[in-house]
């Protein structure tokens, strides 16, 4: 489930239908003031007994998740897909060749206003392609789930990747699953590149802990004072290698990592000074904070603001004006020495530069 502005809470679920034992779970979906008492909407309406409360046909096992848009209204639904690969006739035609996922929206104000529930239409579905094309890479990886947590103007994706399915070698990566971090600012548009860097956004135990298998992270993550916790189920087993129920010897497991820092700016080659530029925008704040950590005891920040039409420092906001940054921190102001804050600027078109060395740039906020 997840907050709404609208109803509360609302949530997606799969649901049986009557003749369930032939196909796969619908997609449900229901909304509650408290979190606690809900009610079901009703759906497709019209195309049959058992599929009267579905908002979609399946399948739904795994995650059905409904997250309010960050732009325009409405709310995206997100669940599993299921992509052919190969046409139909040929020899090596698989209909469930490739999992995926996909996004479907309502643009309604209100669930619950009649019709609304049923009203959603398709706006992305896609699978993992990138590396190896449409009609192999599904032997490499697959997108097994994709949950998604809106946070600061943008939406933070949980993709859990299983790695070479149904390989059963020894290999430590051999039909295990994996959690990756994709961003994006649509909602539907997401950078996958960790991915195909192969590089999680946190690793599993050693061989033979509980995690070293199988790992599904938390529909979202919590963030609390200035941390962001991630719970995940972990399983020493493969995804092929399922035990019988109840032996999985299954646990819960939480990572935590500092505010803002699920993924930062680090330079290649750490001691050497690197700039970062932003893109120009109209300062509406007085004051500049920075999550920054130092990677040594020589690492420092500093910052100037430039004039976009001339890429000039402002006067009294260059380079050798900064106050330098030399300590890790997660709420660090930044000052100039003659200029306590921004104040003159308010209003204007600005570009922050940020120099550092030695250190990583987490994020930045304009207060």
Known sequence: MSPDPVHGYVGGLECLPTDHW?????????????????TLLRGLNGTGDDHLDAIQPGPADS????????????RTLITRYEFPIKPP?????????????????????DLTSPGA?????????FYLDLQYGPELEHLRRQLYTMTVTPYGGMYFAFVTVLEWPKEFSNAVDADVERIYLATSRDGLNYDLTWIYAEQPLFSPGTYGSFDNGTMFPSSQFVSYKDEHYIFYKGCP???????PKGEANCQIGVVRFDLDSLAYLVPKDTEEWSTVTTKQFKLEGDELEVNVGMLSSSGELVVEILNPETHEPF?????GDGQVLKKTGIHERVGWKNM?????LHGKMVMFQFHFVSASLRAFQVL
């Open 22 to 38: 032939g196909r796969w779970c619908d997609l449900c979906a229901a909304v509650s003031k408290d979190g606690i008492n809900w």
């Open 63 to 74: 995650y059905v998740q409904i997250i309010p848009n960050l732009q325009g209204g409405g």
């Open 89 to 109: 006739g040929h020899p090596n035609f698989k209909w469930r060749g490739a999992r995926g996922v996909r996004f479907v929206r309502n643009m309604a104000p």
């Open 117 to 125: 529930a049923g009203n959603w239409s398709v706006a992305r579905r």
């Open 237 to 243: 087993h493969g995804h092929e290698n399922r035990p």
């Open 315 to 319: 006067p009294g906001f260059g380079c």
């Open 340 to 344: 306590a804050d921004m104040k003159q």
